[in-house]
């Protein structure tokens, strides 16, 4: 049997925030209009990965915050953004120039190049440097020498995995974000193992991210699998209780 299934592990733009490398809020907005979800979804994943607006996965339910999604694509509104702020062209055309976004891997490369049309469309060079695995990780997650990174991974099988992604000392954290606030939050979502009162926590999280974009999300995961037709609950099937190999749920039914 040919099984979908979908886990918390979308594709995302991350910036960098230490201090002489750090992306402008304004500029990270205008970025966040140059990204066609849709787009991107159909072109590069042929429909399969899911466009993703929500800084938790949406298909993850109750812990994902659809009230505070990231910005539409809009490249007039991302033009006009930058204009307000102040920002002039060049005598190549660009308001912002210079911006390297390192990520690794055909699909995401191909996705960073959609992005860096609509981004040029939009007055900001964004110039892409595909690397092979293993450098991107020695460049991005070890050493932090970047500006503007693209990345996925698995956030769970628990909304509390986020934190190792945004949180200030987040092993996943590789743009040095920081929010007092937000670290305060994921510490209050532990407390309980009740949904209902942990989901106010991690909504705010998701609120606090669409205000300040530390990062962008792209596309969410979704995916096939071949499976017997008499196994039920495997792994796959169990995205948001059992992680990548955790057969808790698992059964077998002839």
């Known amino acids: 049997t040919l099984v979908p299934y979908t886990l ?50 949406s298909a993850m339910g109750w812990s994902s915050n659809s009230d505070a999604p990231a910005p539409s694509y809009d490249l007039a509104g991302a033009r006009a953004l930058l204009e307000g702020a102040g920002y002039k062209k060049d005598a190549n055309g660009y308001y912002v ?66 934190a190792g992604r945004i949180s200030t000392e987040g092993t996943m ?3 040095d974000y920081s929010n007092a606030r937000i670290d305060e939050l994921f510490e209050e979502g532990l407390k309980s193992t009740d949904l209902e009162v942990r989901k106010p926590y991690y909504h705010e999280i998701q609120k606090i991210m669409s205000e300040e974009l530390p990062i962008i999300p792209i596309v969410g995961y979704q995916a096939y699998t071949g499976q017997a037709s008499y196994v039920t609950d495997t792994p796959y099937q169990c995205a948001g209780r059992a992680g990548w190999a955790e057969f808790l749920y698992t059964d077998i039914v002839k």
């Open 173 to 175: 954290n590789h743009g």
């Open 8 to 57: 918390p592990s979308p594709t995302y733009i991350v910036f960098q925030f230490d201090e002489g490398k750090d992306v402008p809020y304004v500029v990270r907005k205008a970025i966040a209009m140059c990204v066609n979800r849709e787009e991107i979804s159909t072109k590069v994943f042929a429909g399969i990965q899911p466009p993703e607006y929500n800084f938790y996965p």
């Open 97 to 162: 120039a210079g911006l390297i976004l390192d990520c690794f891997g055909q699909a995401s490369t191909d996705a960073a190049k959609l992005i860096s049309a609509a981004c040029k469309e939009a007055g900001i060079e964004l110039v892409i440097n595909s690397l092979e695995y293993q450098a991107w990780g020695t460049k991005v997650s070890t050493n932090q020498d970047f500006v503007v990174g693209m990345l996925g991974g698995f956030q769970g099988p628990d909304v509390a995995a986020l």
